[in-house]
């Protein structure tokens, strides 16, 4: 009998399963270093979404024919597929949206329009992605509701000295980002949404970045709404979740109207599905969520704790090699971070490094990256910014730091 | 460098990135503009003196890539001290130029001088606005408009 050893992270396999990584860019084989903006898709979910159409395409929950139980069938299952994956109770809790973004709007407009009156408060973090500002922004102007911003320190961690403060009778919603897409900063969420539930408040937790980096455990970190996207996620774009503790999912109100949502329909009174139907209005985009249980099953087969280990390594490579980069900055410097290295570099804007790279074949992002307040914050106009997925390799952050040096050359030279 | 990059980004560009013209603030400006690039976080104000239909003295300021600090600083050597009506001359010229909307002749290219640089820029549908970013501050701030510009 063998005694079997932790397997270790076969990057090269790894590859093998992403075609797109195949392809040159300005005759250069690709280095995609844009994870946070979207990952790349396996073999898997490409198979799965086109198998669909070529195999199984129905409508769900409503045809009286054998595809249509088929559609309904793995349909179903990709959803208890992420049901398992978030450690969520029951199924019922896993609703199917567009994305992240369409999450955090779907509470504004139910759990929002119900319970936050004017005057009432909400809080949320100098950290947060625009997909979690706005719509509570949206929310204020028709409720005459108002936000209370947790402050962010110079090294990118949240400030929590005065966590208790922030909370008064009239707070209804703490919103948080996970892990901060231009920064990689994971946030103590556990610690957040226990100091919130001792004040009865309901926490919203936006594990876009952080749900294909770490695992996410629904029970383990007890937050009461929880939102992700497929696409980034290895899985199809069009797709997100909803994850709400099955008490509030019940409370809430539809919030679009439509088929599949409802019971049974007459002009005198409509009576609405269960949840979680009562929030999947219309056809849904059947195929995106089977793809994103396959990207789900894909994800699980490397392991999250593999796939965190073996980012980790990469991040600490990649933050040693940039560092040598002369005139680099890194922003941002938390002690708990994941898979994103945001720097600038003295002399060259980041939309010109960004150009540059592309000719050397590497993807990354400039910009402001969707968080206007947090570059307030940190005083810098743009950023580059590198972000890792499952794919990437140490020689792949080498050649990002000497494609660095040789463009700052060429500028500052 | 790669040649194609080359074309975008010509050693005149890098020059007037590291080393702007006409980059400061202006303490008797009569006309300011601020102009954004909200994709990018680039940002600029420009600082006007004008003086009887003429720009009399012009300066710029912010934070930008090298496409679109190197046109604000031409952009400056070129109108100062011309009329308001030859400065909507060039921006005109400039804009075809950049958008690629129409061929400028041989003897626009050698009036514009230095602009002529830009041409590149047409290849690049994400750089047209880093380019033009300065131009339509300008024409803002000499319309004396307190609204932003913004290329979005």
């Known amino acids: ?413 | 460098m790669n040649d194609e990059l080359r074309e975008l980004y010509q050693e005149v560009i890098l020059d007037h990135n590291k080393r702007p013209l006409n980059y400061g603030p202006l303490p008797d400006s009569n006309h300011d503009g601020d102009g954004r690039n909200p994709l990018c976080g680039d940002h600029i104000t420009l600082h006007l003196k004008l003086q009887d239909g003429q720009i009399a003295d012009v300066t710029f300021e912010g934070e930008g890539c090298a496409i679109s600090r190197a046109s604000a600083s031409m952009m400056t050597a070129a109108v100062k001290g011309k009329s308001l009506a030859e400065a909507e001359v060039i921006f005109q010229q400039f804009h075809d130029l950049v958008t690629g909307k129409r061929e400028l002749t041989e003897e626009e290219l050698d009036a514009m001088g230095k602009l002529a640089v830009f041409a590149g820029v047409h290849d690049y549908p994400a750089r047209v606005k880093c380019a033009s970013l300065a131009w339509h501050t300008l024409n803002a701030a000499i319309a004396g408009s307190d609204q932003p510009v913004t290329t979005e």
């Open chain 1, 1 to 413: 009998m063998t005694v079997s050893t932790p397997a270790k992270y076969d990057v090269e396999a790894v590859r093998a399963k992403f075609p797109i990584l195949g392809v040159t860019v300005h005759n250069k084989p690709l280095v995609y270093l844009d994870n946070a903006n979207t990952t790349q898709k396996p073999e898997s979910v490409i198979e799965a979404i086109s198998n669909f159409y070529r195999t199984t395409n129905s409508n769900i929950h409503r045809a009286s024919h054998l595809l249509g139980e088929q559609a309904t069938n793995q349909y179903e299952a990709a959803r208890k597929r992420v049901q398992r994956f978030l450690n969520a109770r029951e199924w019922e809790e896993i609703v199917f949206v567009r994305n992240a973004t369409e999450g955090v709007n779907l509470i504004a407009n139910t759990y929002g329009r119900q319970y936050i009156r004017e005057g009432d408060e909400i809080i949320l973090t100098e950290m947060e992605h625009h997909a979690n500002i706005v719509p509570w922004q949206l929310l204020c102007e028709r409720t005459g509701a108002v936000i209370k911003v947790l402050p962010v320190t110079d090294d990118g961690e949240l400030d929590l000295t005065n966590l208790y403060n922030y909370f008064t009778p009239r707070t209804k919603l703490l919103g948080i980002v996970h892990m901060s897409n231009v920064l990689g900063t994971v946030n103590p969420v556990e610690q957040i949404i226990a100091t919130a539930h001792e004040h009865g408040v309901p926490v919203l937790v936006d594990a876009a970045q952080s749900a294909y980096h770490m695992p996410i455990d629904v029970q383990a970190m007890d937050c009461d709404f929880l939102v992700f996207s497929g696409h980034k996620l290895y899985g199809p774009t069009g797709i997100g979740v909803l994850y709400t503790r099955r008490a509030l999912l019940e409370e809430m109100e539809p919030w679009q109207g439509g088929g599949d949502m409802i019971e049974s329909v007459s002009f005198a009174r409509t009576i609405y599905n269960q949840v979680p139907y009562k929030f999947e209005a219309g056809t849904p985009h059947i195929a995106g969520a089977i793809g994103l249980g396959a990207a789900v099953d894909f994800i699980q087969t490397l392991g999250m704790e593999n796939l965190r280990a073996y980012e980790n390594e990469l991040l600490q490579h990649g933050l040693a090699v940039l560092t040598n980069v002369k005139g680099l900055r890194l922003i941002g410097s938390a002690s708990n971070r994941a898979s994103v290295l945001s720097f600038t570099l003295d002399g060259v804007h980041p939309h010109d490094i960004g150009t540059f790279l592309d000719f050397d074949g590497i993807a990354i992002r400039t910009g402001q990256h969707c968080a206007h307040p947090l570059m307030q914050r940190l005083k810098v106009p743009a950023t580059a910014r590198a972000s890792l997925g499952c794919y990437n390799t140490s020689q792949e952050l080498d050649a990002l730091a000497e494609s660095l040096t040789k463009i700052r050359e060429t500028f500052v030279s």
